[in-house]
Structures are given as C-alpha cells and as structure tokens.
C-alpha cells in the first residue's frame, strides 16, 4: 500500500467549509425572516397608534370646542357677585372664630394697674393675624410704655404697639391709641 499523494491536486476536506456557508446562509434566512416579522408588526402598530392619536385629535378638538362655547355662556358680572358673596361670607366667619376670651385673658395677664382699657375694635386682616385698635387710658407715659412692654412679651402682638396716639385729657389722665396686629396664640395650635 502506497502512503504518498501522487496526485496533482492535492485533496482538501472541503465539507467543514461547505457546512459553514450553508450555516451561515440559514442564520441570514432566519434574521431576514424576524426582520420582516418585525417590520411588519411595527407596522402594524404604527397604523393603530396613528389612529388613536387622530381619534384624540379629534376628541380633544370636540372638548375645546365645548370648552370655547361654556365660556362663552359664563356671565363674568354673575362670577363676581358670587365671588364678593364669598369674601363677606368668609370675614364673617373670620370674625366669628375670633377667640374674645384668648384676648381679653392676654390682657388680663400684661395690663398694669395703673392702665385701664377703655375700648377695644378689631379688623380681620387674615385668618391668622388680626389688627386691634386698643384704647387706654393711664396716668402716666411709663404706665402706658409698661403695658405695651407687657405685651410684646407675650409673642402674640406685632406692628405697631408704639402709642399712635396720646393726649391728656380734662383729669389729667394719658389717653392713648394703640393699633398692635393681633396673633392669636391658639393660631399657632391649629384650633381657635
């Protein structure tokens, strides 16, 4: 037996190469297939999102419309005396809330015994701060200095807690105006 290759052109095992293209040509079929399956399904939903995104157009071209046309009936006089209805409606309530007692007992704790008070008004400003004008009467400038003092010490009242006004009047007694924003402590608390 003869162990040499005696042939012009020697053999090459050409199956493995052969076999690679082969592979390699179904793996191209397959990624061309789900591609295609691919393309198709985008497609698809393209269609369908486009679609909805007109219907929505359309749907919301609808509500402006409504929208434009309820405007249009809104009578804006009507509005306004609702609204200003809502603002008495809601001082009221302010004033309502307003805690006489919490006052009065702030006073009864700071007024010194030589200051009398002769009258007290407030304004509701806001629901957390209110404006007092406080009405005393004293014999002296220090008296009157003493209370405002007093007051400031209790953190409840701001602005303008110098006397505004003061005059002696026919007996000889200081009369002073102090109008101090009042800040009711039970604000603070959450409850009035």
Known sequence: MIRTNLSTRPFYNERIVSLMFVLLGVIAVVASIFNAARIVQLSRSDKALLTL????????????????????TVDMRQIELISADARRANHLIDRRTFSWTEL????????????RITSVR?????RNSTTLTINVVARTIDDVNQFVENLE????????LFPRDDHFNDQGLLEATLEPTYLPLSAGKGAR
């Open 53 to 72: 995104a007109s219907r929505d157009e359309a749907s919301a071209s609808r509500q402006r419309a409504e929208a434009a046309r309820l405007r249009a």
């Open 104 to 115: 009065f007992n702030i006073f009864e704790t700071t007024l010194p015994d030589e200051v």
């Open 122 to 126: 407030h304004s509701g400003d806001s």
């Open 153 to 160: 010490n209790t953190g409840a009242f701001g602005g303008k």
